[in-house]
């Protein structure tokens, strides 16, 4: 199984199945009861993208009136919404693939399934189902669809078969491919075995309670007898146990006993969850946002601090998908017959926009030595839940240390 194919079980909630337990060796028991995936995927989705996204262009021509025919474009084909799925597969899948279709009234926008787009440098296939009428039959049927288009140096063409007919096959009518390919550094792919860990362990504790509750017997081999032999007893006990296998310890004696649980094991395996869960809020901080906002009464200023943790990533993440609206913009264009526009896609603020410009003027200022500590934790107090002189505090004790680690390591310390 691919990645693209594990995140997409984790995110429609279908993971742990039997060859899913088997292919990553987990405990045969494990069920999904933490699964952080579709929390992720929502927030990120939501932050980047709420509200309506816009083309702005600064050096747009009157005359070839190319914002508008770009809008023109975006609302024929209801990008608002279409902006959703292809987002979603960016961040489930990492790849996100429009085609654009040229029609005589204007073009068509078509998302597909990237598991279904094979694409590379000069060449693109697209695999998918179509609906047609069967005459003979008189009813319609679904057939399989192949799209394949090539575009290098010596070879232009585009071939379309829908079963075993070839029903398009000829020169490809434009410069380029009419397909492209949205891409992301956002990855998943570190949650999926913190996932299988806290859900694995979670799993193995329900066990042990059961144990604790119906203790496993065993009985221990005669002294005089065989090893392998087992009482009447022994036998009631183990056909009525709730686990598929047993193992039989025989020590010695012969007599059942039963096996205990350990106390220190269960505080273990709530020691691994915390921890796992930590690493997956540092890592993820989306995650934290989300369980924030389903608190029910959610904080404002932990609100601002979670949502000020993520605003790379949200920035990071606008920039993929603005890389490939205007790479369709651009295509877009050429097939009706005009020429590129140098254009961007404008978003909706994350932050508050007083929130937004303070943080930009401490960014800007402090690294030239223009915003001491005390002032810029003053000026942005509203970020913080607590009072302004202990984040002061915090910075400076944590300043401190990293100096002494300097210090330490320079000084061969280790």
Excluded at 104 to 115: A, R, T, Y
Excluded at 179 to 189: A, G, I, K, S
Aim: aromatic share 10%.
């Amino acid at each position: 199984m691919d990645a693209m194919e594990r995140a997409e079980k984790f995110y429609d909630n279908e993971i742990y199945d039997s060859s899913y337990i088997n292919d990553y060796d987990l405990f045969p028991h494990t069920t999904e009861q933490f699964n952080p995936i579709p929390k992720c995927v929502n927030v990120m989705k939501d932050l980047s993208l709420k509200k309506k996204i816009d083309v702005s262009a600064s050096d747009d021509n009157p005359e070839d009136n190319k914002v508008s025919i770009i809008k023109a474009l975006w609302n024929d084909n209801n990008l608002q919404s279409l902006k959703y799925k292809i987002a979603e597969d960016l961040l489930v899948k990492r790849k996100a693939y429009i085609e654009l279709v040229k029609k005589d009234n204007g073009i068509i926008l078509v998302d597909h399934e990237p598991s279904k787009v094979e694409y590379e440098d000069g060449y693109c296939k697209i695999e998918g189902k179509k609906r047609t009428f069967n005459m003979e039959e008189e009813e319609f049927e679904e057939v399989d669809v192949v799209k394949e288009f090539w575009f290098t140096d010596n070879y232009r063409w585009y071939k379309e078969t829908e079963g075993e007919e070839v029903t398009i096959d000829r020169a490809l009518g434009f410069e380029f491919l009419p397909v492209v390919e949205f891409t992301t550094e956002y990855n998943l792919e570190p949650l999926f075995n913190k996932t299988d860990r806290i859900n694995e362990i979670k799993a193995m504790k329900k066990k042990l309670f059961w144990l604790h509750g119906d203790p496993l017997a065993f009985q221990t081999a005669s002294s005089g007898g065989s090893n392998k032999s087992i009482n009447e007893q022994s036998k009631d006990k183990i056909s009525n146990n709730k686990f598929s296998y047993l193992r039989l310890l025989n020590l010695g004696e012969n007599e059942l006993r039963y096996l205990e649980m350990n106390g220190n094991m269960v505080d273990k395996m709530d020691t691994d969850i915390e921890q796992t869960l930590n690493e997956i809020k540092n890592d993820y901080p989306e995650y934290e946002l989300a369980n924030i906002l389903s608190s029910g009464n959610p904080s404002g200023d932990a609100l601002k601090t979670v949502a000020i943790e993520i605003l790379a990533r949200v920035d990071s993440f606008r920039s993929d998908i603005s890389e490939g609206f205007i790479e369709v913009n651009n295509k877009a264009l050429v097939m009706l017959g005009g020429a590129e526009l140098d254009h961007d896609i404008s978003f909706t603020s994350v932050l508050p926009e007083s929130v937004k410009d303070k943080i930009e003027a401490v960014e800007k200022l402090k690294p030239v030595g223009l915003f001491p500590n005390e002032i810029a934790v003053k000026f942005l107090q509203e970020l913080y839940s607590v009072a302004p002189e202990v984040v002061i505090e915090a910075i400076e004790s944590e300043s401190k240390q990293q100096e002494e680690n300097i210090n330490f390591s320079i000084n061969g310390g280790g």
